[in-house]
């Protein structure tokens, strides 16, 4: 009886010793997961700062070194090198990264991870959702396209590379470079300057824009080096709450159609804190846009910021609600700049350019009415109607070669309420030009500018014309 007893209280010993190590493992299969990003925007009315989302860690979460080998690899990570990429920068990983992201796509809070210290090499990719919330593509390696139109798949758009379709709530980040090689495409006889005194020859053209968002919401970019992008480095199509931060987009000033970041039919949007240089315009906004503001970044070369061309084709074009705040403009064309095609509709409203620093710029502040890739334009009656625009503490050095102040305005359409307040704009070189030009502009000055702006119209116009449909 005595033995019985002692083998009963052994059990019980074993029993909790188990029971104690099960909990313990339990425990340390715990994994960490994002939060859902919340971008929140402002009253509506007003330009939009969306506030930045709560953030991975400070440390991204430990990758195995070899997946393969780790009994227990982290869930919520999806490493496309556990995918077969190889990541040489010549092999086609174009499948493990669509096999990851179908994956991570299910998945709440997954991280779509491009390790450092590799080079993936992928083709024309559309990576479509809807997917889970809290989606990370997590570039920290080198991802880029097929080196150039000759490389290029035959089956593959020659319009696009990198395409994020019906995503929401996602964040494309890392400490990655995104490179374009696009010199190649740049030399396309198409390309302008590339044909005798600066004229362009017949051939294929198309060139893939690198980055776009299409039917999107909710899509962050962030800390990413992207560049030598074959055209157009990010466009942004229908796209509703997008944040752009603490990125650079580097190409070379003579590298042509290659915008920064282009936005189009998208609504909410916030770019802060970035470096832009390239060879055409720094931003570009395009028809369908309202809500976005433009903080604290750089621009050089290229075109400065854009609104525009707007109303190409007879169209109907809307801009409204742009916030340009804290920008420095370098050895560019243009500065802050509207441009839009005679014949169109629509109206551009609510337009704010604040803290604007230039230098050596040649159109420092242009409004272009008159936008035509040719001289043989005709004139037309109809056009996209321009009110509501102010440029405040707007200083630093123009180009000589072009009066650092145009306003054209459509001889149908005036352009209406501009404001000028502490513009202060010296030539880099040479004497004071002091002819801003003024054509069928209306407006006030606040302060006294320099150089002198003696020809905007005080007051309105008596009339608009009754045939120009203006409304948005």
């Keep these: 009886m005595e033995i019985v007893r002692w083998f009963s209280f052994i059990c019980v010993v074993i029993a909790t010793f188990v029971l104690l190590d099960l909990s313990n493992n339990v425990d340390g299969r715990a994994h960490f997961h994002k939060k859902k ?10 330009p939009v700062s969306p506030s930045p989302p709560e953030y991975l860690s400070p440390a991204a979460p430990t990758i195995p070194s070899d997946p393969y080998n780790n009994p227990n690899p982290d869930p919520c990570v999806f490493d496309v090198t556990s995918y077969g990429a190889v990541g040489d920068g010549s092999s086609d990983d174009t499948e493990a990264f669509t096999s990851a992201w179908k994956e991570a796509c299910a998945v709440e809070s997954a991280i779509l991870l491009a390790p450092a210290d590799y080079q993936f090499t992928i083709t024309s990719t559309i990576f479509s959702g809807p997917c889970k919330p809290g989606l990370v593509f997590q570039l920290d390696g080198v991802l880029m396209p097929p080196n150039g139109p000759d490389c290029w798949p035959e089956g593959d758009s020659k319009k696009q590379w990198l395409i994020f379709y019906r995503v929401d709530n996602m964040t494309l980040t890392g400490s990655g470079t995104i490179e374009g090689n696009g010199e190649q495409w740049w030399e396309l006889p198409c390309k302008p300057h590339r044909g005798p005194n600066g004229m362009t020859l017949p051939g294929p053209c198309d060139s893939p824009a690198l980055i776009r968002f299409f039917i999107s919401s909710n899509v962050e970019v962030t800390g990413l080096r992207i560049q030598n992008s074959p055209q157009f480095h990010m466009k942004f199509d229908g796209c509703t709450g997008v944040l752009i931060q603490d990125i650079s987009i580097d190409s070379p000033a003579l590298s042509p159609n290659t915008d920064g970041i282009h936005i189009q039919d ?13 060879g055409d315009d720094c931003v570009s906004i395009g028809p369908g ?18 609104i525009g061309s707007l109303g190409v084709h007879h169209s109907q074009a809307c801009v409204s609600n742009i916030y340009v705040n804290n ?3 370098k050895n560019s064309d243009n500065g802050v700049r509207i441009k839009t095609w005679q014949g169109g509709m629509g109206s551009v409203a609510g337009i704010r350019f604040e803290n604007v620093e230039m230098d050596n710029v040649k159109n420092c502040i242009i409004i272009d009415q008159y936008y035509c890739f040719t ?5 037309e009656t109809s056009a996209v109607y321009i009110t509501d625009v102010s440029y405040k503490n707007i200083k630093g050095t123009y180009d000589v070669q072009t009066p650092p102040i145009h306003f054209a305005c459509s001889d149908s359409v005036a ?8 513009v202060e704009l010296l030539p880099k070189e040479g004497v004071l030009v002091d002819d801003p030009f003024c054509w069928n502009a209306y407006g006030i000055l606040e302060t006294i500018t320099i150089p002198p702006i003696s020809c905007l119209q005080d007051g309105e116009p008596v009339t ?3 045939s120009v449909n203006y409304d948005c």
């Design 289 to 306: 846009c309202s809500e976005v503001a433009i903080e604290n970044i750089t621009c050089q070369h290229g075109h400065g910021i854009s």
């Design 327 to 329: 920008v420095f403009i």
């Design 464 to 466: 608009l014309s009754e």
């Design 375 to 379: 001289k043989g334009c005709q004139n």
């Design 415 to 422: 352009c209406t309420n501009i404001t000028l307040s502490e």
């Design 37 to 46: 990003t919340d971008h929140t925007h402002t009253k509506k009315g007003s």
């Design 266 to 278: 998208t609504k909410g949007v916030g770019i802060y804190n970035s470096m832009i240089t390239n």
